[in-house]
């Protein structure tokens, strides 16, 4: 079961794999661990994250994201295939690492609204927009997602033992699978 949530967790970190696939940096350990202590401290990934990663989610706002373009680029990041819909699979991902705690039910058929068998952006949207998932990431409740409560967010999925630093072991879990995409 725990080896069956850590796969889960690889596949399906919000967006991230979108980020880095796009991004297509050579990014190493050393490229995050700036005092080369061989940790991954909150700061050294926050600063990094804002610098390389964080303009791939388009927002041109420089204040940070606002909720709907929050959502299209966490939309984006579950279509694992491109399709412009998600999959039961990509679905279920989705609610088991995210959105468990904000949905009430994790059958497709819920959110499938027009029963088509795959859902679209906007019955994404319906079920996920009135939920605390935003709020829970906009720490300074300004209404907007910075690029540093995004970055902050991330790396605490990244944070396994919830240590505050990021290990090479779970860096490793993360670099084959974003790095390879």
Same mark, same amino acid.
């Given at each position: ?45 926050? =600063? ?92 300074? =409740? ?6 540093? =409560? ?32």
């Amino acid at each position: 079961m725990k080896l069956k949530r850590i796969t889960i967790t690889l596949i399906s970190i919000l967006t991230f794999t979108f980020l880095m696939a796009q991004e297509k940096e050579n990014t190493t350990f050393s490229t995050w661990d700036k005092d080369a202590d061989g940790l991954i401290e909150k700061h050294e990934f926050v =600063e990094t994250f804002v610098d390389k990663f964080y303009h791939v989610w388009g927002s041109d706002n420089s204040t940070g994201m606002l909720k709907e373009d929050f959502f299209k680029e966490s939309y984006a990041g579950l279509d694992s295939d491109n399709d412009n819909y998600l999959s039961d699979e990509e679905w279920i991902i989705g609610y088991n690492y995210f959105y468990q705690d904000y949905v009430f039910d994790s059958e497709t058929y819920v959110v499938d609204a027009n029963a088509d068998g795959k859902i679209d952006y906007n019955e994404y949207y319906s079920v996920v927009y009135d939920t605390k998932y935003f709020s829970d990431i906009d720490n300074d =409740e300004d209404n907007y997602i910075s690029e540093y =409560e995004l970055a902050e967010y991330v790396f605490n999925n990244w944070d396994l033992n919830n240590s505050g630093t990021l290990s090479t072991s779970e860096y490793s879990r993360f670099d084959w699978y974003y790095l390879d995409v």
